[in-house]
Nanobody
């Protein structure tokens, strides 16, 4: 299983930016996809998650500015970020949790691990 994030870059304060992530591999189902971020010198923190049923959860300081959505393509997720400020500067990581994968034998296996993409840098300038 691999996660690859796209997007990121440099944007001015008040601007918008979108990220996308695609999970690949022998994935039958993903219970939840999400985004986390890690600013310099800080711990990784939740940005937003979305379940397979479409339920969303946002960090308090991002609710209303950020929107997470599952993509039309299977096992994809996007994050639309509006009204960005300097404090949003961070490396953003895509996460997949609660996977059901197909083994080479054809059997299904529930995988309890969290999978992470490599991260994409978002820099907001003042």
């Amino acid at each position: 299983v691999q996660l690859q994030a796209f997007g990121g870059g440099l944007v001015q304060a008040g601007g918008s930016l979108s990220l996308s992530c695609a999970a690949s591999g022998s994935i039958v189902r993903i219970d939840a996809l999400g985004w986390y971020r890690q600013a310099p010198g800080k711990e990784r923190e939740l940005v937003a998650t979305i379940t397979s049923g479409g339920s969303t959860n946002y960090a308090d300081n991002m609710r209303g500015r950020f929107t997470i959505a599952r993509g039309n393509a299977k096992n994809t997720v996007s994050l639309h970020m509006n009204n960005l400020n300097v404090e949003d500067t961070a490396v953003y990581f895509c996460n997949a949790h609660g996977l059901t994968v197909m083994l080479p034998s054809g059997n299904l296996q529930v995988d309890g691990e969290d999978y992470w993409g490599k991260g994409t840098l978002v820099t907001v300038s003042s």
